[in-house]
């Protein structure tokens, strides 16, 4: 989730009345996933098969995040609005997706209910298609169904889990101010703690992926640089926007 204050216009895809915007980057990054898994991991975990089921298992996988993605975000989105928070747009990027809001949360519980939805669904959507991968092989369906539906089953796993890192703009980073604010009573300084907390995640992240590159794993340990870098430049934003002359009091 990400806070904006720009006027938007509607003009492409949209679900339940919010617009879907898809950011080139998450373009550059289907294929760069898609490559890796055609090549890489779809051989390792599933050997044996024609060169053309990884494709086919890749191009499944591939769609089927951004669809796990993009409802993950909607999930936000409609509690959001339940809530009674403007959000009018949902941009999937480089590093996954971000629901838009005109405003945040005026309320600690609705910080959290808002922010816990995601991560709740990617669970329940993992276990689901986890089931339905089951449902499949058991009754004989094609082996790249079966595969790529239990690899998106474990992804949402993943997914669920990751964000829950206590990270700005991960929602376990807002699940911490959240609680924070909570016990301080205030989300600013709650927003200022949560981001210290989330600076150093960032800068742990960053030295992480130099020591797994020194061990010889190059690519691993630039996609970890790239994500501590990525965490800490979105925590600052968020600080310049609280360093702002109004400050945000709950």
């Known amino acids: 989730m990400s806070l904006i204050d720009t006027p938007r ?9 919010v617009e879907i915007r898809i950011n080139l980057s998450w373009l550059v990054a289907a294929l760069l996933i898609g490559s890796s898994l055609a ?14 089921d990884y494709l086919s298992m890749a191009v499944i996988a591939v769609l089927g995040l951004a669809v ?17 928070m403007r959000i009018d747009c949902i941009t999937l990027f480089f590093f996954g997706g ?27 959507f993992g276990l689901v298609l986890a089931v339905v991968a089951g449902a499949a092989q058991a009754l004989g369906a094609n082996a790249v169904w079966v595969n790529a539906l239990t690899y998106l089953a474990g992804l949402n796993v993943v997914l669920a889990v990751f964000n829950l890192a206590p990270a700005f703009p991960l929602d376990g980073g807002r699940v911490l101010r959240a609680l924070l604010w909570l016990v301080l009573r205030r989300a600013d300084r709650a927003t200022r703690v949560a981001l210290f907390i989330s ?51 709950g």
């Open 9 to 17: 216009r509607r003009d492409g895809l949209s679900l339940f009345g």
């Open 39 to 52: 090549s890489g991991a779809f051989p390792e975990l599933y050997g044996g098969l024609p060169a053309n």
């Open 68 to 84: 796990s993605i993009l409802l993950h975000e909607m999930s936000h989105t409609l509690v959001g609005r339940a809530l009674g």
């Open 98 to 124: 971000v629901a838009e809001l005109r405003e945040e949360p005026h309320t600690a519980l609705s910080e959290l209910a808002m922010a816990i939805a995601g991560p709740a669904f990617s669970l329940g």
């Open 199 to 249: 600076e150093g995640l960032a800068i742990a992240l960053m030295v992480a992926g130099v020591v797994v590159m020194f061990r010889g794993e190059p690519a691993g340990g630039l996609w970890w640089i790239i994500m501590g870098w990525f965490l800490r430049a979105s925590g600052r934003a968020e600080r310049a926007s609280l360093d702002r002359p109004v400050a945000n009091e």
